[in-house]
T-cell receptor
Framework: GAGVSQSPSNKVTEKGKDVELRCDPI?????LYWYRQSLGQGLEFLIY????????KSGLPSDRFSAERTGGSVSTLTIQRTQQEDSAVYLC???????????????FGQGTRLTVV | AQSVTQPDIHITVSEGASLELRCNYS??????LFWYVQSPGQGLQLLLK??????LVQGIKGFEAEFKRSQSSFNLRKPSVHWSDAAEYFC????????????FGSGTRLQVQP
């Protein structure tokens, strides 16, 4: 596609429910990144994918968070048993190749705003 | 591990005035440096990037940034600010090894007064 697409754009869920957030990267981009942006905070790295594998999951805040990527394209971030502190904007980005090298840059989607009530 | 500090949480300037947003990084080798802008309700848009070469880099929307290794800084500048520049600005650093993802600063919110 023309850009990184995330869905849904907004999600309100009850505490304790599971949610899935979807990211469609730019076609042909092999690297995909998930970040979390809490209110008034910077961007917190969660996980990145090189193809379908995730070399670095160290940013996932707890075992309630997981992510997968299939076919080297779409990625899903799943949060189980959501808590109020999970409320944030979840941003996805993709780049042609894994960072970093000359000429590569990360393109961001518009994010999914998750509200846990 | 790399880190980024943006010391100014909030800056207000008058339209037409010059702007400088500060960014300091910590990284053991030559970093890759980026500035992104996030307008309200929007995703992040890349303003400019530095990989190597000329330490003064030009970006979109009339922005520029200068890499100063001795000061571990990558400050963003614009000679004359427009009302549409009001947004949040994020500095980011990346590494060629280890974590292959960007580390972001906490952001600087720019307000432009008429």
């Amino acid at each position: 596609g023309a850009g990184v697409s995330q869905s849904p754009s907004n999600k309100v869920t009850e505490k304790g429910k599971d949610v899935e957030l979807r990211c469609d990267p730019i076609s042909g981009h092999t690297a995909l990144y998930w970040y979390r942006q809490s209110l008034g905070q910077g961007l917190e790295f969660l996980i990145y994918f090189q193809g379908n594998s995730a070399p670095d999951k160290s940013g996932l805040p707890s075992d309630r968070f997981s992510a997968e990527r299939t076919g080297g394209s779409v990625s899903t971030l799943t949060i189980q048993r959501t808590q109020q502190e999970d409320s944030a904007v979840y941003l996805c980005a993709s780049s042609l190749v894994v960072l970093l090298g000359v000429g590569t840059e990360a393109f961001f989607g518009q994010g999914t705003r998750l509200t846990v009530v | 591990a790399q880190s980024v500090t943006q010391p100014d949480i909030h800056i207000t300037v008058s339209e037409g005035a010059s702007l400088e947003l500060r960014c300091n990084y910590s990284y053991g080798a030559t970093p890759y440096l980026f500035w992104y802008v996030q307008s309200p309700g929007q995703g992040l848009q890349l303003l400019l990037k530095y990989f190597s070469g000329d330490t003064l880099v030009q970006g979109i929307k009339g922005f520029e940034a200068e890499f100063k290794r001795s000061q571990s800084s990558f400050n963003l500048r614009k000679p004359s600010v427009h009302w549409s520049d009001a947004a949040e600005y994020f500095c980011a650093v990346g590494a060629g090894t280890g974590r292959r993802a960007l580390t972001f600063g906490s952001g600087t919110r720019l307000q432009v007064q008429p």
